[in-house]
């Protein structure tokens, strides 16, 4: 078993410290009871067959592993100068410029949507692909998807390498209510939403010994504790806290903010609130459609404008309810909505496509 390794070690010296680390690994192998009780170790000795598993594993390690990258852009085919109009030609164009850019460099297109609305003249395109990043660094593709965008006059282009790039940032408002904000929390610890959360702020005093705050202590995310009255939303220190932060997040957030405020912020902001508007509004109005016997809810998250309720659309849920449902098991689906809604809509693929649809 040693000849075979060190022969092939002193043959290939560059590879001596990976070669050390899997000769171990096939010794354990060989060694352990568990599955190979019938095997001597000495039956091994010299054998090509470890030699040859051995090459094979270390050649396996030499090998990039693909990478995965989503390019989205948009572009309007508005009236030229002339009055023509050139969208019937760049159309089909673009999509032949983006599939030759990836391909150019090696990478493989898992899927391409394509988006023309009717009533609008502006094509969208979203492209998922597989990249070698030793043949397509990140850099030099920033500079091909910037060719490509200026080449189209692209209204917007973003292109994002989840493994690569630097997570979002984000910052998560909320109230009394904790089901979203603790789905949000427990999905950013189970890594099933890869994004950097700096704070969670709120007008709700929540007493440290609750599940949220013991969470937060534990995993060293702030939260900032800001009462509020009528005249005085506090969104100036807001302001201050997520100046650092990619998008906001209202975790059932039940207040509104300011035209002001969503202009000086400048940057995405998520909400989610249940189905059950515009028929049921104002207080408790879960169970106001219980009472009246509402066949489907719903949950729809979207970007906050200064239109209450009336921004982009990102993500949208139905559930069917019945008599069999109390009022209780109601509300439970109906929470049950909104969060998965929520999660759907922070995921960075969700929001890298909503990005330019907006």
């Not at 949220?212 to 100036?236: Q, S």
């Not at 807001?238 to 000086?264: C, H, K, P, W």
Request: net charge negative.
């Amino acid at each position: 078993m040693e000849s075979a390794v060190d022969g092939f070690r002193s043959s290939h010296p560059a590879k001596a410290n990976k070669n050390e680390a899997f000769k171990n690994i096939v010794s354990n192998i060989i060694h352990r009871d568990l599955e190979l009780q019938q095997l001597q170790p000495t039956y091994f000795t010299n054998s090509k067959v470890v030699l040859k598993f051995i090459y094979f594993v270390v050649r396996l390690g030499d090998l990039h592993v693909p990478l995965q990258g989503c390019h989205v852009i948009t572009f309007s085919d508005d009236d030229d100068d002339d009055g023509s109009r050139s969208g019937d030609t760049r159309l089909p164009l673009s999509v032949a410029k983006l599939s030759e850019c990836i391909a150019s460099r090696g990478g493989n297109i898992n899927c391409v949507d394509v988006f023309v609305p009717e009533n609008k003249h502006v094509f969208y395109s979203r492209s998922e692909f597989v990249f070698d990043p030793s043949r397509w660094p990140r850099a030099v593709m920033d500079d091909d998807f910037a060719k490509l965008s200026r080449s189209f006059n692209a209204v917007r282009s973003m292109v994002r390498v989840p493994d690569l790039d630097p997570k979002y940032k984000i910052a998560v408002l909320a109230s009394k209510q904790d089901h979203c904000l603790v789905d949000v929390l427990h999905g950013w610890q189970e890594g099933r939403l890869p994004v950097d959360l700096k704070c969670v702020i709120s007008n709700h005093d929540r007493p440290p010994n609750t599940h949220v705050m013991r969470f937060l202590e534990r995993h060293g995310i702030p939260y900032h504790y800001l009462p509020m009255a009528l005249a005085n939303k506090r969104e100036e220190e807001i302001l201050g806290l997520v100046e650092d932060t990619d998008f906001l997040v209202l975790a059932r957030y039940m207040q509104l903010l300011s035209g002001n405020f969503l202009e000086r912020y400048g940057k995405d902001i998520i909400n989610i609130h249940h189905g059950l508007l515009p028929s049921f509004k104002g207080g408790n109005p879960s169970k106001q459609a219980f009472d009246a016997g509402v066949k489907l809810i719903g949950a729809t998250s979207h970007f906050v404008t200064e239109e209450l309720d009336s921004g982009p659309i990102i993500e949208q849920m139905v559930d069917r309810v019945s008599h069999r449902d109390n009022l209780r098991s109601f509300v439970q689906k109906s929470e049950n909505l909104e969060k998965q809604c929520l999660t759907s809509a922070i995921s960075p693929t969700a929001h890298c496509e909503c990005y330019l649809t907006k």
